[in-house]
């Protein structure tokens, strides 16, 4: 690997651990403007990736999970909108699960395979993966394949051995000249006294109390707070939405996640960002959902978040009224449903790569209706002065297993993208909304 490839990998790598392993196509571009990268090497990252993905399905192929899962992993850090690698990864963890029947990899591979279908609705293999997945259609389990074909050579010789034995023992008896042999005693083996085993560990979900203390102007709302418990690992998940109530700007904060066993003890601590200063600044008003996913502790009864790090600035306010954005739709929007987005910013920048630049927004989504919003996704499309499509990008705002859109509430959505410099305009479309 060059050192280029290197540098990207890297930081490609360190943005995942801050991010919980939720990097976009669009955090992975502006990696690639920060570095400096030309296009060439952009060829080089994309080979780099294919190489992992190669590798990866030619070791699925000859059952070396293992390094299948490793290889694939890679691809997936370095290009985690592709729904092909997700899908590959998946099929990579359940070859791994049939044959050890480790419960962590079942659970990845649906995650993965739900993913996928969120991001390719109609995807063969992402259903087909679910569909085996699911309790009825389950997999028989089976030993690890390199344990199965011994075993059963070792029973097969032990067979044959016995008769070869009892061939010849009733060989000598029918021999007269040849007085009986007396009967042989073998010796019972000592008998051990029973031992109880404990239970084997079974899996388990539970949601625990969480508590926050920030400072003034900031307040964060619990969505999500679960410890999931296997037989070796324990992982922790929260989602918080970050609401701005004071009279500030929010660019960057970072927390402290404790979490507290049954005496109030630290059993394990993470510092995660969970507001990046590559996003969009959160104004008064203004909510931010984050997530993220840490290694545990199945001692843990509760959990505790502290802030480690808070940008912020004074409001500049009263701030102009941003321009409104009137969406395509692709199908009549719902009546009950009313949907306000508008310009926070928009601008295109060229010269950074020959013949190339970075189109780069963000806009304020707010439900302006009165039910919650559950599930919205829309595209952004790019063209040029001739109105031929650039690049159309999908984006997913919120679907059905993050949390609703509440009314009234705005929350911004960023965009950036490498392409062509003839850019000209953006238009938004309303794929799905409910």
Do not use: C
Not at 38 to 62: C, E, K, M, P, W
Not at 96 to 103: F, H, V
């Amino acid at each position: 690997m060059d050192d280029t490839i290197q540098r990207y990998v890297e930081h490609a790598l360190a943005l995942a651990d801050r991010r919980d392993d939720s990097l976009t196509e669009d955090d992975l571009i502006e990696i690639a403007r920060e570095l400096g990268l030309t296009d060439d090497d952009l060829a080089r990252v994309d080979q780099a990736i294919d190489d992992h993905v190669d590798r990866g399905r030619g070791y699925s192929q000859h059952e070396l999970w293992d390094d299948a899962i490793r290889e694939l992993e890679s691809a997936r850090a370095l290009a985690p909108a592709r729904v092909a690698i997700a899908v590959a990864l998946a099929e990579a963890l359940v070859g791994r699960w049939a044959a050890t029947d480790y419960p962590d990899d079942k659970l990845r591979a649906t995650a993965l395979a739900r993913e996928a279908l969120e991001r390719e609705p109609t995807h063969p293999d992402a259903y087909r993966l679910l569909a085996r997945l699911s309790p009825a259609e389950a997999p028989a389990r089976r030993r690890p394949p390199t344990a199965g074909p011994r075993r059963q050579g070792a029973v097969a010789a032990s067979i044959t051995l016995v008769a070869v034995g009892i061939v010849a023992g009733v060989g000598l008896n029918l021999d007269t000249s040849t007085p009986p042999h007396p009967p042989l005693t073998v010796p019972s083996p000592p008998i051990s006294p029973a031992v109880d085993e404990p239970p084997p560990f079974r899996s388990s979900e539970t949601d625990l109390p969480l508590e926050f203390a920030g400072p003034d102007g900031i307040d964060i709302h619990t969505l999500r707070s679960r410890l999931a418990s296997y037989p070796d690992r324990a992982f922790y998940t929260v989602w918080g939405d970050i609401e701005v109530t004071g009279e500030l700007e929010l660019q960057q904060l970072s927390l402290k996640v404790t979490l507290l066993d049954a005496d109030g003890n630290p059993v394990k601590t993470h510092t995660r960002e969970a507001w990046g200063e590559h996003e969009a600044r959160l104004r008064q008003g203004d909510h931010g959902v984050f997530s993220m996913l840490l290694d545990a502790d199945r001692r843990a009864v509760s959990a505790r978040l502290e802030v480690g790090l808070s940008q912020t600035v004074p409001a500049k306010g009263p701030y102009a009224e941003s321009p409104v954005v009137e969406p395509k739709w692709a199908a009549p929007p719902p009546s009950h449903l009313q949907l306000e987005i508008r310009e926070r910013h928009a601008g295109f920048s060229s010269g950074v790569l020959k013949g190339k630049g970075f189109f780069k927004a963000t806009w304020a989504f707010r439900n302006a209706g009165e039910v919650p919003i559950r599930a919205l996704t829309y595209e952004v499309n790019l063209y040029d002065r001739d109105n031929v499509q650039l690049e159309s990008k999908r984006k997913l705002a919120t679907f059905s297993s993050h949390p609703p859109i509440a009314p009234g509430d705005v929350f911004l959505e960023s965009t950036i993208a490498m392409i062509d410099a003839r850019y000209a305009r953006y238009e938004l479309v309303v794929t799905e909304i409910e």
